[in-house]
């Protein structure tokens, strides 16, 4: 035999054909004295042998081993009795060359059930019992009897199936520093016999480490040996903290941070618990490294938008933004109903009418319908050159092409009549020249409106524009609204906040304390951008969700859904980092 550690990744058992009908396989132990006290401390190899055959029982679904120790029963083929012995020679004929053990197995070819295999290790070696890697001075008794036991059950070795598989397998032909079962190994016991359902799970691979950079996607993912009905519970502990803390969103196998974050370093692990045992079993922990990336500041949002379901009273839709700078811009700020319905979107709002209110209440400009302004030309040119879709000529939809100066602003969408439905507000940086639209800046967007399940869950979508990424504050906000001064008795109890490029999720956030670690930054960015601060506790609701994500040039949705389906009014708000 040769002394070969073997690694392998492609998981393919092999197997003899027959296996022991289901219910006990009971194997007479009759090994004998022991010449000296062995490595492990096994008082006997009655012993060794029957921790080998737990072994394998803690992975056996419909037969088990049970055991005769020192029994007396004659070792010899073909008696029925499943006999494992110290042998000079294989009933008569001589051990090979370089054969530690051999098993003999009958079975009946009708029924293709065993009905005897014996078990004959040869005596003419020197034996012992230990633990770790192979050792020239003894044979291990135990890791050659893990392996001739998978042969009683009925598995053969992977390592000469036809074709031939490189496995890390104790059923592998040449004995090696593996001396517990393997990942291929369970599978192959499993195949024959079922699952046991009181096992351990056993992990077949591992969360992978990875170094990524900002923007960059992370798949944690663990595979688990065997079928059951699992449950997995992901922690994280955040680089440079001490505190592990959950990690909800993940709650299967795997997951995907589609754009990773400074807020995602550190190392992620998974429980695995087995829902019929309650046993559970730890993999190990993936480190994630985040490299910066450089942004930029000539980076700016040139255009936010927001789907959402048109009430009245308090729940027409309601989009906000902020000029900063010192000079007046141009932006065109539509409210689109009808127009949508050429999208597809149904239940829409068949007469949106928009108005914009500055910060002291006033109206400064309102639309009904968009060709009633005096200026639909300038719309529909500007519309173009922004690459905003079209208005139908009569249609019902609104739009405002203003110069407004510094400050903030609310566009307020209803409907005309009390009418409700969905309906989307845009508003676009519309200063002709970018150079000039860099230096006149629309900070901020948030848009307030009503959450509900589905389809009518609350869409913003946005625009970023310019040479290079840029961070946001991204924040989907409920529970503070309840609040004073908001004191919005029907907001979003606990919003959920998804960022998509396209359908590809970016990131994603329930309540704004989580991950804890970087709770400060996102407190921190809040009052450096002059947005008011979240509320801290959970007061009988949920948390808002917030994040901080640095985005490429490109267009963004970030929807807005109530955490368990709940439903109420919500803001959803971006900030540009300074
Ligand atoms: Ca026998
Ligand atoms: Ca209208
Ligand atoms: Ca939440
Ligand atoms: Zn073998």
């Not at 007479?28 to 492990?40: T, V, Y």
């Not at 680089?239 to 997951?255: D, I």
Request: a negative charge.
């Amino acid at each position: 035999m040769l002394v070969t550690l073997l690694t392998g990744s492609a998981k393919a058992f092999d197997s003899l054909g027959p296996t022991w009908a289901s219910g006990d396989i009971v194997m007479h132990l009759q090994l004998g004295e022991l010449p000296s006290p062995l490595l492990d401390a096994s008082p006997d190899w009655a012993t060794v042998a029957q921790s080998a055959l737990e072994e394998w029982n803690g992975q056996l679904g419909r037969s088990r081993f049970t055991w005769i120790r020192n029994s007396t029963a004659e070792v010899r083929r073909g008696n029925r009795v499943n006999n494992v012995a110290f042998r000079p020679d294989v009933y008569g004929s001589a051990f090979g060359d370089r054969t530690l053990a051999v098993t003999l197995g009958s079975s009946n070819t009708g029924s293709g059930r065993y009905i005897e295999q014996d078990v004959l290790f040869n005596s003419t070696l020197t034996w012992n019992s230990y633990r770790g890697p192979l050792r020239n001075s003894a044979r291990d008794l135990r890791r050659v009897a893990l392996h001739e036991f998978g042969h009683v059950l009925g598995l053969d070795h992977p390592d000469q199936a036809q074709p031939a598989q490189t496995v890390a397998a104790v059923m592998n032909s040449i004995v090696s520093n593996l001396e517990v079962l393997q990942f291929d190994d369970i599978l192959g016991a499993q195949s024959l016999y079922g699952a046991n359902a009181s096992s351990p799970p056993t992990i077949a691979a591992q969360p992978q480490s990875r170094a990524v950079r900002v923007g960059e996607p992370y798949t944690m993912a663990v595979t688990v040996g065997g079928a059951g009905d699992y449950t997995y519970t992901w922690s994280f502990l955040p680089l440079g903290s001490s505190r592990t803390e959950p990690f909800r969103l993940a709650t299967g196998p795997g997951y995907t941070i589609g754009a990773v974050q400074l807020a995602d370093a550190g190392t992620y692990s998974v429980r695995v618990n087995n829902a019929v045992s309650g046993n559970a079993v730890t993999s190990n922990a993936a480190q994630l490294s985040v490299g910066a990336i450089a942004t930029s500041v000539d980076t700016t949002l040139a255009n936010i938008s927001t789907r959402g379901v048109v009430g009245r009273g308090n729940d027409v839709l309601i989009a906000g933004l902020v000029i900063g700078g010192t000079t007046s811009k141009d932006v065109l700020i539509r409210a689109a109903g009808p127009a949508l319905g050429d999208f597809g979107v149904g239940g829409t709002l068949t007469d949106p009418m928009l108005r914009i209110v500055n910060s002291r209440g006033e109206t400064v400009m309102a639309n009904d319908d968009w060709e009633t302004g005096g200026n639909a030309a300038a719309i529909s040119a500007a519309a173009q050159r922004l690459g905003a879709f079209e208005f139908k000529s009569s249609s019902r939809d609104s739009a405002l092409l203003a110069t407004l100066p510094p400050g903030s602003y609310t566009a307020v969408v209803s409907g005309a009549d009390d009418q409700t439905g969905i309906a989307l507000v845009e508003a676009y940086d519309a200063d002709p020249n970018a150079a000039v639209a860099r230096t006149r800046k629309l900070v901020n967007i948030a848009t307030r409106g009503q959450v509900d399940r589905g389809d009518n869950v609350l869409i913003a979508g946005l625009v970023v524009s310019g040479p290079g990424p840029r961070t946001f504050l991204i924040r989907a906000i409920g529970p503070t609204l309840l609040k004073p001064p908001f004191n919005v008795g029907d907001a979003l109890r606990d919003p959920f906040l998804q960022i998509y490029r396209g359908e590809t999720l970016l990131r994603e956030n329930d309540d704004w304390d989580a991950p804890l670690a970087a709770q400060a930054a996102v407190r921190e960015a809040a009052v450096r951008v002059g947005a008011f601060p979240l509320q801290e506790i959970r007061d009988g609701t949920g948390l808002d969700a917030a994040m901080l994500i640095t985005l490429q040039p490109g267009s963004y949705t970030a929807k807005v859904s109530g955490f368990q389906g709940g439903t109420g009014v919500a803001l959803v708000e971006v900030y540009e980092l300074p």
